[in-house]
């Protein structure tokens, strides 16, 4: 069945800091690849998205590159913000099957001033 | 100009009652879902459902069933409600044709 892994939080930065957040999938096909975003108290946003091998999705500061190779979606940002503290989640969704979205496991990302 | 809505943002009920969660969306969308948030943040996929078809997570409960007036609205209805249905409720919407899916803000459901 289709899985998405994610790493591991909390991920605490100092504020401008580089940011990577691991991201690797199993699916059959070929599946469109989302970030999304869920700040505290919140529903969640969609970040960027990606839908064939090599599409780079960004959006405020945030990319990911879709690798077919490495089945890998992994999300980076530049220099964070404390604005940027949020949970991150990666998700994919099948050629097929409604569209249902399976995501990962969510990393908190905690950005100190 | 809410995108997708949901009522109550939160609710507080007993073991054994029922209750409903109400979705509704303005986008034109034709596809609706509801997913549930656990205390670690976990998402999982309950249903997905367009005016032609209901697929359910073959792990859902048959206590939870959605109900959809038209294509806008997508309830969620859940029977005997248990201590481990406590989490967060999310509705979603898309068209059939495009995979990006919105979210609305929640349900906060506690079971006592």
């Known amino acids: 069945g289709n899985s998405v892994t994610q790493m591991e939080g909390p991920v605490t930065l100092s504020e401008e800091a580089f940011l990577t957040i691991n991201c690797t999938y199993t699916a059959t096909g070929y599946p469109s690849l989302f970030w999304y975003v869920q700040y505290p108290g919140e529903g969640l946003q969609l970040l960027l998205k990606?839908?064939?091998?090599?599409d780079k999705g960004s959006n405020k500061g945030f990319e990911a590159t879709y690798r077919k190779e490495t089945t890998s979606f992994h999300l980076e940002k530049g220099s964070v913000q404390v604005s940027d503290s949020a949970v991150y989640f990666c998700a994919l969704s099948p050629y097929n099957a409604g569209n249902m979205l399976t995501f990962g496991g969510g990393t908190r990302l905690m950005v100190k001033p | 100009d809410t995108a997708v809505s949901q009522t109550p943002k939160y609710l507080v009920t007993q073991m054994g009652n029922d209750k409903s969660i109400k979705c509704e969306q303005n986008l034109g969308h034709d596809t609706m879902y509801w997913y549930k948030q656990d205390s670690k943040k976990f998402l999982k996929i309950m249903f997905s459902?367009?005016?032609?078809?209901?697929?359910i997570n073959e792990t859902v409960p048959n206590r939870f069933s959605p109900k959809s007036p038209d294509k806008a609205h997508l309830n969620l209805h859940i029977n005997s409600l248990e201590l481990g249905d406590s989490a967060v409720y999310f509705c979603?919407?898309?068209?059939?044709?495009?995979?990006?899916?919105?979210f609305g803000p929640g349900t906060r459901l506690t079971v006592l």
């Open positions: 979603a919407s898309s068209h059939s044709t495009n995979p990006e899916q919105f």
């Open positions: 990606a839908t064939k091998a090599d």
């Open positions: 459902y367009n005016n032609k078809e209901l697929i």
